[in-house]
Each structure stands twice: as C-alpha cells, then as structure tokens.
T-cell receptor, first 113, second 107 residues
Framework: GAVVSQHPSWVICKSGTSVKIECRSL??????MFWYRQFPKQSLMLMAT?????????EQGVEKDKFLINHASLTLSTLTVTSAHPEDSSFYIC?????????FGPGTRLTVL | AQRVTQPEKLLSVFKGAPVELKCNYS??????LFWYVQYSRQRLQLLLR??SRESIKGFTADLNKGETSFHLKKPFAQEEDSAMYYC?????????FGIGTKLQVIP
C-alpha cells in the first residue's frame, strides 16, 4: 500500500527557534496533503490543507505566519513552526490523499523547551 | 460545516461481546465516510470506507442516511481490537475527524 513518511520523528528545540517537519509520499503523488496536530489523549485537529503549487488553506484559528506550509512537489510538503514556544509542543501528523483514502505519516513529536 | 460526532470517548467490552462504536455526521450532499484505527504506537490506518461495504477484521459499518450515522460494529470483540477508532468525513479538500473512541477489550 501507499506509504507516507515524516521527518524527523521527534525534535527538541529551544524557544524562539524554527523547526521544519517534512512529509513525503513515498510511492505515489499527492496533490493534496493535510497537516494535523494532536494533543495528548485527544483527537486530531486539522491545521491546514496543503496543495501542490499553491497556497495552503488554513483552518480557523491556525496562524498561517506561525505555521508555514510549503508543498513544492507532488511528493513533499513541509510544515515550519516559526519562533516556536512551549505551547507549540505537540504531536504533528500529516496525511496524503490518494483518493478516496488518506494515508497517514507516523507523526513528529515536537518539544519546545 | 461538516461535523462528525463520536459520543463515547471510551468503550469497554468483554472479549467475545458485541461492539458498536457510534458515529454521526452532519454534511450537506453525499458524504465520504471512513473509519480509521490507531493501534498502540502505530500510525492511523484505514479500517473501512462506506463506499466499499466490506468487512475488515470482522468489522462492518453501514451508512444510514436517515439517521446520518455510520456506526462501526463487530459481533465478537477480540483483545487485539483494543485501539483508538476515529470516524472521519473526508473529501478532496476537507477532512473532519470525530474525537475518537478508545475501545478497550477486557480479557
């Protein structure tokens, strides 16, 4: 089946720094990828929809200048958490759509000190 | 706006007992509905989609448009079914998750 990878799987950074998370579809092309955030023992919250070659669509309440999304190719989308703060610590998950199904990455654990 | 409701955060059943995980949706038009499962320390993976009407690992889910429901059922729970189950409404540009139901199968 289709595989989605994320890199890194976990990252620790200092407050004020920026962190980039990559999401790759390994064996298929995805014009649409999605980014989610998951707090402990809670459901996934959709942050934004990433479209190849165009601007991402952000959900209400998600700061687009804080969470920069770039979908430069059909197999790669990146999420950059800019000027990270401790409250940004979370589990970030991406998915890629291969219609009609979503394939999920394993997630990235971000800890901001 | 699309909404997916899973009323139970936790469902505990004994091994061999029937299981029903509830999901209700609100969506204008024809919904695309899925059940995803997340086993401990694993990524989310597709369990069922409404268009396929198949049975996976003994689970089935029927779309009831009158009740706007897509409940997940299994006649006899097994220990390996213990996991988080998410009902999802998805389309080309929009994905909506329910809050998830943790299924705990007691041996």
């Amino acid at each position: 089946g289709a595989v989605v990878s994320q890199h890194p799987s976990w990252v620790i950074c200092k407050s004020g720094t920026s962190v980039k998370i990559e999401c790759r579809s390994l064996d298929f092309q995805a014009t649409t990828m999605f980014w989610y955030r998951q707090f402990p023992k809670q459901s996934l919250m959709l942050m934004a929809t990433s479209n190849e070659g165009s601007k991402a669509t952000y959900e209400q309440g998600v700061e687009k200048d804080k969470f920069l999304i770039n979908h430069a190719s059909l197999t790669l989308s990146t999420l950059t958490v800019t000027s990270a703060h401790p409250e940004d610590s979370s589990f970030y998950i991406c998915s890629a759509r291969l219609a009609p199904e979503q394939f999920f990455g394993p997630g990235t654990r971000l800890t901001v000190l | 706006a699309q909404r997916v409701t899973q009323p139970e955060k936790l469902l505990s059943v004994f091994k061999g007992a029937p299981v029903e995980l509830k999901c209700n949706y609100s969506y204008s038009g024809s919904p695309e509905l899925f059940w995803y499962v997340q086993y401990s320390r694993q990524r989310l993976q597709l369990l069922l989609r409404h268009i396929s009407r198949e049975s996976i690992k003994g689970f089935t889910a029927d779309l009831n448009k009158g009740e706007t429901s897509f409940h997940l059922k299994k006649p006899f729970a097994q220990e390996e079914d213990s996991a988080m189950y998410y009902c999802l409404s998805g389309g080309y540009q929009k994905v909506t998750f329910g809050i998830g139901t943790k299924l705990q199968v007691i041996p």
